[in-house]
Structures are given as C-alpha cells and as structure tokens.
C-alpha cells in the first residue's frame, strides 16, 4: 500500500482522498470519475473549492463516504450521485448549492447519515425520502425548501435527528410522523407550518426535542 499526503492507494488504485482544511484553490476536475475503487472522498474546509460537483461522481460505485461541507462549491446535486449504492454518508453542508433535491436520491438506500444544510437548496422535499429507511439523520436547515412536509418521512423507522429548520415549509405536520419511534431530535422551527400539532405525536417517548418556534 502506498499513502501520500491525504491520497491512500491499495495495489495501485486510489483508495482514499482525505484532502481536508488542505486550502485547495479551482474545482474537481471531471476525471475524478476515473477513481473507480476510490472508497471516501473528504475535501472538507477548503472554501476555495469551487465549481460543481461533476456527474462523473455518480461513477464512483465503490464511494461510501463523501464529505464536501465548509467549501464553496455551486450548482446543484446530480442526480448521477444516486448510483452510489453502497454511499453510507454524504456531508455537503455549508456550501453554495442550488437546484432541487433529486427524487432519484431515493434509491440511496445504504445512506446513513446526510448533511446537507446551509446551502440555497429549492423546490420540495421529495416523498421519495421515505425510501432511505436506513438513515439515523437528516439536517436539510437553513435552506430554501418550500411545500409540504411529505408524510413518507412517517418511514424512516431508524432515524434519530431530523433537521428541516429555517426553510419555508408550509401546510400541517403530518400525523405520519407519529411513526417514528426512534427519534430523539426533531427541528421544525422557523417555517411557515400551520394547523395543529397531531396528539399521536405525543407517543415519541424518545424525544428530547422538537422545535416548533417561529411559525
């Protein structure tokens, strides 16, 4: 095995790229799709990263980590990032982002953990959400969304924190969200939500928090 700084090879492949706080200056080139065996990919806190996320990553079927957050990456999410089936962990907070969430991330079924707040992400929260039935938490706060809080999230029977503050929901809680026995973290607060607070959400004996200030 080979190890350079940040860079780690197994029998003559990038295996892993760990080029964090590294002050790296441009964008990721689109021969970055080239790394077929490249597992984790941190390039975290490196602000002067700029440009798109190339829809060459989604090429990467081996990736089960990537970790962009504190960049200054633009644009939007490919939707070719929904071929990483075997992605645990996506961190790309505190970015620049815009676009929609693909409803194609829906077949990321190995993910475990999603970062994803503190961007200009748009549109709705797809229902198809409801399909990562795996994930322990979900922080989409501090961005632009906008609709209904799709009652699919009632789904993620394993998720523990979910983050959705600071948008621009609107409509009423789902009583689907009674569903979740796991949750310990539920941050709401700072949207447009209206109506009532469903009484079954009384039967989340795990929470510790649900924040509902400010709509």
């Not at 080979?2 to 892993?16: A, D, E, F, P, R």
């Not at 200056?25 to 700029?50: A, E, H, R, V, Y």
């Not at 809080?149 to 993620?156: K, V």
């Not at 004996?205 to 509902?212: A, H």
Request: proline residues 6%; charged residues 15%.
């Amino acid at each position: 095995n080979i190890k350079w700084q940040g860079i780690t090879c197994v029998n003559s492949s990038v295996y892993k790229l760990e080029l964090i706080v590294f002050d790296l200056d441009g964008t990721i080139p689109d021969s970055i799709g080239q790394f077929g065996n490249l597992t984790s990919m941190q390039m975290f806190g490196n602000p002067k990263l700029s440009g798109t996320i190339p829809s060459t990553v989604g090429d990467l079927r081996h990736l089960q980590r990537i970790d962009f957050n504190m960049n200054g990456m633009t644009g939007s999410l490919p939707s070719s990032m929904s071929k990483l089936s075997l992605l645990n962990e996506l961190y790309i907070s505190e970015n620049f982002l815009t676009g929609t969430i693909p409803s194609e991330f829906g077949k990321l079924t190995a993910l475990e953990l999603v970062y994803l707040a503190d961007n200009r992400l748009s549109g709705t929260l797809p229902s198809a959400v409801g399909m990562l039935t795996g994930i322990y938490l979900l922080a989409l706060d501090y961005n632009l969304l906008t609709g209904t809080i799709p009652p699919e999230l009632g789904q993620l029977s394993k998720i523990e924190d979910i983050g959705i503050s600071n948008c621009d929901l609107t409509g009423t809680i789902p009583v689907e969200l009674a569903n979740i026995p796991s949750v310990i973290f539920f941050y709401l607060q700072s949207n447009l939500l209206t109506g009532t607070v469903p009484p079954e959400l009384g039967q989340l004996v795990n929470v510790d928090f649900f924040g509902l200030s400010n709509n």
